[in-house]
């Protein structure tokens, strides 16, 4: 045996990470090396072992021990940079490994067999070491101990490349660190070694050729593992240089197996890949295969998420995480596809960002694995343990499981057997006064007073349902605001059910849906006019957070097995609701508010209320886009009815001809709107007066938009640099057009939120205004006013018959002259028959299914764009009012004339001056001459670029893939598999609106004594149920939003603001100078261009 001589330097290691978050690996280099030429036999426990005798079974090896010093290169920076005094640690560390080297060829192989029947013989034997190298060899470690059948193949003990000494020809069949060695014993020239690494417990005989070479390895093991206490230490302050750590300290890290790409392939052209997870030679996780994919992503299903918890001193000590991606054979063993490593470092740094480690260790290792780690909250860790510790990874979260089945399932409702025997009415007489019926309360009685209000009489019935709910369901995640609902009443519902004679009638609840969240109101059984009383489940709070959202609610018809069947829906723009307004709404409830066709299905009455903790920052969320909502449930009962409450009885997605002709029904309705056009073209034209005024008490119609017009059109013609100002204005003065027509209807229900009341919200925080509106308030004018509108529309609609009927008989006339001047007859070419049309269930759907689809995004697109410019959209039509105005007047001040000028001048200077030559001479030339070389290398260069620009399109797709499955995965687990689109914006092609019997009043909390206030405020008769908005990586968190609810004025109300009153008032501050600019700008520019008008 030879020391080996250190090497100066040595390569950089490839199994650095390839992510931003990880810093960069130490440099190992080789410090010390002694080998022997050894046979070793297969252990007992593999099958080699088993069946043959160990004395026919020796190979040739040779054993190497190495000690490596990895070294941080950005060390010595760090300290010179901090000048010594920072605790930056030593900036390196050792290990020590022992390696076993096979011969690389069958001639080394057949010399180092002889070599050892000589030694056997005594004839010298020494071990013959070749010179030692800096320009070594890499190991690849893909081989294991050798014959360990019992070893996963391709497990990687150690899996860094490394270098090593240059043993002239023999190259390495294993390695394993030295503290996973263990000495056992030794028998003159036999060593006996176990090997403890991960799951691996092995005993090993290792035969040296001389006793004195057995001897030496022995004493150089010991003496290295001696070391091994000063070599952790070292390695402790390597790893934690710069981080303020104890080492005693407990570490727990949320890790997260991402997925990964391009592996590959196992099989013939696919894998079922896994991935084993292992830190400090112990194996810590293990996921699930994923079948037939070359880009696995593993979600929680597949066990991708664990928790690891350790010290310290054992994170910084240890080698990093090992990552081994294992193809999973029903057949046989499982190989390794390679593998990958994260450090210690950015193990306890990393923040959760996506890591990128590329796949190695493999002769065919390819790809990348995606990796995300963390320090665990402790919600990450209840999550964890609950899931993988109980029987819930399979039934969901047990405690949530509790409170969603409380807000969306509901009590009463009958069979059809019992609905015939029971009794619902009776009469009652006392003495002389007059018999009075009472009816029995469905679900059942008031708790606290059963017997007074098991049986009651209509009037006492319809008292009892305008009391104030004593339950309430606190749903949703929203930030922005509650939207309190209660569902009192329905009227006139269609029997669904049959022997409606004997009494088994329609069992009706109501479903509401808000965002991220339902609820379903208690069942109310035989009933064409049920009424929820205030002991049933029947109120909601709902947490709002966007201003766009629409409450959707739906009666259904309960049955026991079948789906329940949808009588009618409603959606409830509360859009143009104010706060701080309890309002008594009464709606019609139709199948669907999408389809051509509505058949009224009876009435609902609900009281609703809205609390805002901050209208600016209302007004504020509508700037960004809504994100998509979905809601799971459990049952695929509970996913039909949350399709039929938000899209109605019809499935406009679905192709069918009904359907098409119904978009088709949808874009001919929108023509109508012609009529309103032509009616604002005449008044505009005609200088029709439209404003009213009154003076001196008498009222005058004023044409302030003919006068608008008039003087706009004037200024353009004498300064046309006006026309991108005056664009601008023109579109947000059609906008409020719009909106003093919808505000000047005379029903109240129709109007919308003023532009002047949403301008003082933004600029001054000040709350709207709580409305007042009567029941059956201009209910005749009203009527008298859609009456109107409805006789020119059957007028103009008369006057288009009559234009069609003289095109029709025009029409005729031309067939007729047609006819008797013949045909000539000069197509003398040989006719062919028809061909056979194919028989087919539907010839026509390929041709009308895509036009379907094109169809429903027009129609979709238009809906939009209707109830931006109706104001229904009423934030959404302030911001494209307010933006425009600002453009307005932002284009008074470019100097368009100047712009165009310069602009041409540079084109036409740039493009036709005489120096286009030069461009011939050094760039167009050169390019036409270019060598089929030449040509290829740009071909090249462009197909790089593209490559480039692709994978990074590729790459994004592939995460938002990944969060997409994962989070649904998630969603599944917590709330349910059937997964149901909530829409935000406004869809459905009819609006729906109150009935003239609604009302609106100030909301005037009634004054709570101190114990009730404290009641309220501790959720007293309210239950909570979190959203299903989900917020995170890794395992993302359900939204809390905690509100007081105290009532709005007291003293106790909290003010929740979610930004700090230097950034309102700096909002202010800029309006401020803003409009400060454009006075002092604008009105010299205008005062200017009137007095030149007017001269």
Known sequence: MTPAAAPESAPPPTDSLNSTASAKRPEPTLRLAQDWHVNTVPPKTSIKGKII????????????????????????????????????????????????????????????????????????????????????????????????????????????????????????????????????????????????????????????????????????????????????????SANASGIKVNPLEGVTLLVEIVGATDLPAGDLTSSDPYVVCYFNHREVHRTKHIPKTLDPIWTLKTKALFLLEVSAKDLFQGDGLHLDIMEYDTVGKDERLGHAVVDPRTMYESLGERLNLPVEGEKNAKGQLNVRVRHATPYDKTFLTEYYESDNNKKGNAALNEMLKTANS???????????????????????????????????????????????????????????????????????????????????????????????????????????????????????????????????????????????????????????????????????????TLYTLTYNIYPSGKWNTRDEQGQIKIRLRMEMEDDRKLLLSCLEPPKTVYVNVKRKKDFKVLHAVCNGSYDMEAYSLKTFFAYLDEL??????????????????????????????????????????FLIGSMLVEYPQLFPSFFFLSISWVLIASMFFRRHHPN???????????????????????????????????????????????????????????????????????????????DISTKTGGRLIPVSVDPLRPYMEPFQAYLAIACRLIRYVRNIFLWEECYLAFWLTFGCLVLSVACLFVPWFFLIRWTSRVVVWSLFGPWMMLVDIYYYTPLENMTEQELAEAKTKRMELRKKYLAEAVERARIERESAKKL???????????????????????QDFPLPES?????????????????????????????????????????????????????????????????????????????????????????????????
């Open 968 to 990: 649904k995965t998630m969603k599944k687990y917590l709330f349910g598999k059937f997964i149901m689109k909530v829409p935000v914006l406004k869809e459905d092609r009819y």
């Open 53 to 236: 005798p160990g004395f026919l079974s020796h190979e040739r090896r040779r054993l190497s021990v190495e000690v490596y010093r990895f070294e941080d290169p950005e060390h010595n920076s760090k300290q010179k940079k901090s000048g010594g005094d920072d605790d930056h640690g030593l900036g390196y560390y050792e290990e020590a490994y022992l390696r076993i080297l096979t011969p690389a060829n069958k001639a080394l192989k057949k010399a180092s067999k002889k070599l050892g029947k000589e030694a056997k013989r005594g004839d010298g034997g020494a071990s013959v070491m070749a010179s030692h190298s800096a320009d070594a060899d890499f190991d690849d470690g893909a081989s294991l101990l050798d014959g360990a059948s019992t070893i996963i193949n391709g497990g990687g003990l150690m899996t860094e490349r490394m270098p090593m000494p240059d043993y002239d020809g023999w190259v390495a069949k294993y390695k394993l660190p030295l503290k996973a060695i263990t000495f056992k014993g030794i028998q003159k020239k036999c060593v006996v070694f176990l090997f403890n690494y991960r799951t691996i417990q092995q005993t090993r005989k290792i035969y040296f050729d001389t006793e004195e070479d057995a001897q030496d390895c022995v004493n150089f093991v010991e003496a290295q593992q001696a070391e091994e206490d000063k070599r952790l230490a070292q390695k402790f």
């Open 748 to 826: 109240p229900w129709m109007h919308c939120k003023g532009f002047n009341d949403i301008l003082v919200a933004l600029v001054l925080g000040d709350s709207f205004p709580p409305a007042t509106i009567e029941s059956n308030q201009n209910a005749q004018e009203a009527i008298d006013y859609i009456a109107y509108w409805q006789d020119k529309a059957d007028h103009d609609l008369m006057l288009l018959e009559d234009a069609a009927k003289e095109a029709e008989a025009e029409a005729d006339e031309a067939e007729r002259a047609l006819d008797e001047i013949g045909n000539t007859g000069t």
């Open 410 to 580: 509901n009590k009463g409702g009958k069979s059809a057997i019992a609905s015939v025997f029971s009794k619902n009415t009776k009469t009652e007489k006392h003495g002389m006064t007059p018999p009075v019926k009472k009816y029995r309360t469905r679900p059942g009685p008031d708790p606290e007073r059963p017997e007074e209000t098991e049986w009651m009489s209509m009037p006492k019935i319809e008292q009892e349902v305008m009391g104030e709910s004593k339950e309430w369901i606190d749903a949703g995640s929203g930030s922005l605001g509650r939207l309190f609902v209660e569902v009192l009443e329905c009227k006139g519902l269609p029997n669904l059910d049959s022997g409606g004679l004997v009494g088994n009638m329609t069992d009706a609840f109501c479903c509401l849906v808000f965002e991220d969240t339902w609820g379903q109101t208690d069942i109310i059984s035989d009933d064409l006019n049920p009424k929820w009383m205030p002991w049933t489940k029947r109120a909601f709070i709902f947490h709002m957070y966007h201003s766009s959202s629409e409450l959707y609610i739906g009666v259904f018809d309960h049955d026991g097995v079948d789906d329940h069947d949808l009588i009618g829906r409603i959606a409830v723009n509360v859009s143009n609701l104010q706060p701080d």
């Open 668 to 709: 001919q309705s929108y023509t109508g709107s012609l009529l309103y056009l032509k009616e604002a073209v005449v008044t505009l034209l005609l200088w029709r007066g439209h404003h009213e005024v009154t003076i001196r008490g008498k009222k005058y119609l004023l044409p302030l938009h003919s006068a608008s017009a």
């Open 999 to 1095: 009302s609106a009043v100030p909301y005037s909390p009634k004054p709570l004594a101190l114990a009730e206030l404290a009641m309220k405020e501790a959720g007293y008769h309210r239950i909570r149920v979190p959203g299903q908005n989900l917020d995170g990586d890794m395992i993302p968190s359900m939204e809390t939003r905690t509100f007081t609810d105290a009532p709005v004025g007291q003293a106790t109300k909290k003010h929740a603001q979610s930004e700090t009153d230097t950034a309102a008032y700096a909002k202010v501050g800029s309006i401020v100078a803003g409009a400060a600019v454009i006075t002092y700008y604008g009105i010299p520019v205008a005062s200017s261009a009137l007095s030149t008008i007017f001269g």
